[in-house]
């Protein structure tokens, strides 16, 4: 990809009569800069300068549209086919154990997570992995939007992540998802104790033909899984997980409570109220009615 874009620059430029020397000047840039672009070696171009090229060779943004495949080339090969994948899912289904899915992220909250990544070499980068983040959530509003269920660890809720203000706005997100049909999201409370899935986070890719492939990610390191045999394994974990979680309106009890209690403590119903309310569920007919049922629990009294 960063051969095919740089033949279009050296194209367009062509055309335009430049030379790498006075593209250079047009985009603030020394023209080895753009021999680099063009030969597809040293740095890949930031998005700034994709943008800075796409304006003065009138590209229409095509070399912006090419920039995150050119981006998308620095990850390994793995992660290159999951980002695949999940562009044509249409349905994810994600476990995560320390932070909100890219997904449903906010801008502040995601710029918090990126800046603490090892590979991070300046801020310029850092707003380039935001924009991307925050490019790939716009799949959410399309026609073809993918079905998203994400099931939270309780600590993901409790991390202030990016200080309390970013929290707060990152809380309000996740439970505004209860006015949209298609994204539903649980959480994992503390007392239910060990569960398969303790070790990192997992999501789960419904593909347009009806395969799945699966992905394991902890703190430095991703896996993806092809295999089918191997993909069902995770399935079956991760159906086990949305058992044990709490029903979808108390998980947005939940996070309203610890929203409102600024992670004081939540009230938290017991295994034996959430298996009631998660048979009295079952017993509803209708799919999305599954979403909706089951009784709120009670809020917690305002401490003296």
Not at 88 to 105: D, F, I, K, N
Not at 161 to 169: A, E, F, H, I
Not at 173 to 178: H, M, P, V
């Amino acid at each position: 990809m960063a051969a095919l874009f740089g033949a279009r620059v050296r194209r367009l430029r062509t055309a335009a009569g430049l030379t790498q020397a006075e593209l250079g000047a047009l985009t603030h840039v020394v023209s080895t800069r753009i021999t680099q672009i063009e030969r597809a070696s040293g740095a890949k171009p930031t998005l700034e300068l994709a943008r800075a090229l796409d304006t003065a060779l009138g590209a229409d943004d095509l070399l912006v549209e090419l920039w995150p495949y050119v981006y998308r080339e620095a990850f390994p090969d793995w992660s290159r086919r999951f980002m695949e994948y999940s562009e044509r899912a249409v349905a994810v289904r994600e476990y995560a154990a320390h932070v909100v899915p890219g997904l449903l992220q906010t801008e502040a909250y995601a710029r918090a997570v990126l800046k603490v990544g090892r590979t991070l070499g300046s801020e310029e980068q850092l707003e380039e992995r935001v924009t991307v983040r925050m490019g790939r959530q716009k799949r959410l509003v399309t026609p073809d939007r993918p079905e998203l269920w994400v099931v939270l660890d309780e600590a993901v809720l409790r991390r202030p992540v990016g200080g309390l203000p970013v929290m707060q706005g990152q809380l309000d997100r996740l439970t505004a998802t209860g006015d949209e049909p298609h994204i539903t999201v649980q959480v994992m409370p503390f007392d239910q104790g060990e569960h398969e899935a303790m070790g990192g986070s997992l999501t789960i890719l419904t593909l347009p033909d009806g395969t799945e492939v699966a992905y394991t990610e902890g703190a430095h390191h991703g896996q993806l899984i092809e295999d089918p045999h191997e993909v069902r394994r995770f399935c079956l974990t991760y159906d086990r997980l949305r058992a044990a979680a709490l029903p979808p309106l108390m998980s947005l009890d939940m996070i309203r409570c610890v929203r409102e209690d600024n992670y004081r403590g939540a009230n938290v119903p017991s295994r034996s109220e959430r298996r009631r309310v998660a048979q009295e569920q079952l017993q509803q007919s209708g799919g999305r009615k599954l979403r909706g049922g089951g009784r709120r629990p009670p809020r917690p009294r305002p401490r003296p």
